[in-house]
């Protein structure tokens, strides 16, 4: 015999329009929300232990006894703990019309999150009202059935939602316009590649007129030109049609274009909430003083295409100021000759957006060991910390590509005098000719 347990605790999802009409402009509304987890186990791992459980909650009313216990959640760190909290105590109200970008390191508690807000996990403790109806792009593949084709798989998400079959069809042909699948729509979604199937999930969540729509990082698998068009769509859902989204992304380009609120979070807890700007500025300043700096590398492993990169490095003196030219020296080894060569060196921002690309001229090398020197002139960086990226190309095609080779750091020469709107604006700061008249 087969005896299945299942407990819940203490879990609403309230809908705000049972509450008040003070309440009205506020789309979510998160108090005390947590989530613990026991580390490779389902339940609490044992059946007493699920069996004490339930009775203490259910029958005599008290508290969880295994919440008492519980480390944050490091993933850097070794655990003590069998019970981690992905998430700890968050209170957050979320306004209608709002647009809330989600950021923080990977760990953070950041895809919890919106699996709890879209009801695919349920908290283990707290309340979660809300007023509308949720559409959630979480994961690639996420609420389709793979056997169903792209129409059908339209019709089950929109009859979940709530709507009318007559309702979903109105939407079809704009739902499949968006999503660029035309030719695929009758085909299971199971035959689809990554990319085709989140430009249909977020067709979908967009296009069938939820109150709320959440989207994960998962924008990321789409190419440029799917991006754009989301971003642009997410801004018509948000201020033309007065709906709220919840947006998780590392781009920090596409929260600050999107967003006009953000919250930051912090190993399962509420770090910093309020206007983009400040929260983006306050997670770079966190990112920048825990970087740690790299000024060599070295690798000895095959680590391209007929080619290696051996070593790089910074060979500027330590304490590099924004008056200092600075030289990055790199040693390759070529595994056979190659025409129409070139080396190609990216400078990066401290959260990893390019800022500008240098490449040498197109010349040819024989098989063996080189290496390659590029400057930066002094006077272009401002005060910041840097990353170095490389490529090797030949032909127009990257046989190697290495992000994140070097950081670096650069200060302010002590000589320089606080301009008349405070710390000089930007990455870079390059001394252009001027005409005036």
Known sequence: MELILYCEIRISFIPLHAYSESVSDVAIKIENLSK?????????????????????????????????????????????????????????????????????????????????????TKPTTGTIQYKGRIASLLEVGTGFHMEMTGRENIYMNGAIMGMTRNEITRKLDEIIDFAGVERFIDTPVKRYSSGMTVRLGFAIAAHLEPEILVVDEVLAVGDAEFQKKAIGKMQDVSKGEGRTVLFVSHNMGAIKSLCNKSVLLDKGCVDFAGSTDQVISRYINEITSNCELKR???????????????????????????????????????????????????????ENEPIFNSWSNVFSIEKGNHSAKMFIPANLLNKNIYRIRILLVNNSRALLDIHDVLHFETHETESRDVAWFGDVIGLIRPKLNWAIS
């Not at 069996?51 to 070794?78: A, H, Q």
């Not at 970008?101 to 895809?111: F, L, P, R, V």
């Open 296 to 350: 060599t590398w070295t690798n000895n492993k095959p680590s391209g295409d007929n080619i290696v990169l051996h070593e790089a490095s910074i060979t500027s003196e330590n304490n590099l100021s924004i008056s200092d030219e600075i030289l990055i020296e790199f040693k390759f080894e070529a595994l056979t000759d190659f025409q129409n060569f070139n080396t190609s060196l990216v400078l990066c921002s401290v």
């Open 36 to 120: 613990q987890y026991r580390l490779g186990v389902v339940g609490t791992g044992t059946l007493s232990h699920d069996l004490k459980r339930w009775w203490t909650v259910n029958m005599r009313g008290k508290e969880d006894p295994y919440l008492k216990i519980g480390e944050t959640n490091d993933r850097s760190t070794k655990a003590n703990s069998e019970y981690v909290w992905a998430l700890k105590n968050i209170n957050l109200e979320i306004k209608k019309g709002d647009v809330v970008g989600i950021i923080g390191k990977n760990g953070a508690g950041k895809s919890t999150l919106l699996k709890i807000l879209s009801k695919v």
